[in-house]
């Protein structure tokens, strides 16, 4: 099956510092990856989408500023919280979806990593 | 307005029992339903996957239904164990035509299995 890796699994950092989280696709080509944030006893909340090779498509009230997104390779994505504060203390999910749906190929289907557990101090 | 609405939002009951988890979605058309299982501090993991077309489908203990009449799906866990405490959370998805090719995620429900 489809596997999706994320590292690192957890990460503590001092306020103001930036974070970078990796997602990848081991054995297959994500041409689109979604960013995901948790918080507890909440639901999955889509961050953002990100197609290979294009910018990301940010959801309404996240700031792209702060939150840069790169997908420069069809098995990479990754995600940096900059100058972080406690308030994006928060679990990270990635997803990845093979094929383009632009062209009518490739399925829907989202493969998601373990997350991320990011606790800014 | 798409919404998916799951319930309750939180069950507890003993190992060895049944249980089913409901699923009200308003997301039409839609492509497929999944259950997912979210252990603490996990990404999500898909327990089942159900087209418009299908009513059923199981994964061992997990049996999915699908009602696309009332728009309602069930999961429903046999002879639960203690590792199946989690939150079960049911996304549907929009056809890959939609323009509005987010999928959508219930809220969850949290299982807690008690010996």
């Known amino acids: 099956g489809a596997v999706v890796s994320q590292h690192p699994s957890w990460v503590i950092c001092k306020s103001g510092t930036s974070v970078k989280i990796e997602c990848r696709s081991l054995?297959?080509?994500?041409?689109?990856m979604f960013w995901y944030r948790q918080f507890p006893k909440q639901s999955l909340m889509l961050m953002a989408t990100?197609?290979?090779?294009?910018?990301?498509?940010?959801e309404q009230g996240v700031e792209k500023d702060k939150f840069l997104i790169n997908h420069a390779s069809l098995t990479l994505s990754t995600l940096t919280v900059t100058s972080a504060h406690p308030e994006d203390s928060s679990f990270y999910i990635c997803?990845?979806?093979?094929?383009?749906?632009?062209?009518?190929?490739?399925?829907?289907?989202?493969?998601f990593g373990p997350g991320t557990r990011l606790t800014v101090l | 307005k798409n919404q998916v609405e799951q319930s309750p939002q939180s069950l507890i009951i003993l190992e060895g029992k049944n249980c089913t988890l409901q699923?009200?979605?308003?997301?039409?058309?839609?492509?497929?339903l999944r259950w997912y299982k979210q252990d603490t501090g996990r990404g999500p993991v898909s327990l089942t996957i159900?087209?418009?077309?299908?009513n059923t489908k199981s994964n061992g203990r997990y049996t999915a239904t699908l009602d696309a009449d009332t728009k309602q799906s069930s999961l429903h866990i046999t002879a639960s164990q203690l590792s199946d405490s989690a939150s079960y959370i049911c996304?549907?998805?929009?056809?890959?035509?939609?323009?509005?090719?987010?999928?959508?995620f219930g809220s969850g429900t949290r299982l807690s299995i008690r010996p």
């Open positions: 699923c009200n979605y308003t997301v039409s058309p839609f492509s497929n």
């Open positions: 996304v549907v998805s929009p056809p890959l035509y939609s323009s509005a090719s987010k999928i959508i």
């Open positions: 054995d297959f080509q994500a041409t689109t």
């Open positions: 990100s197609n290979e090779g294009s910018k990301a498509t940010y």
């Open positions: 997803s990845a979806r093979a094929g383009r749906l632009s062209t009518g190929r490739g399925t829907d289907t989202q493969y």
């Open positions: 159900m087209t418009f077309s299908e």
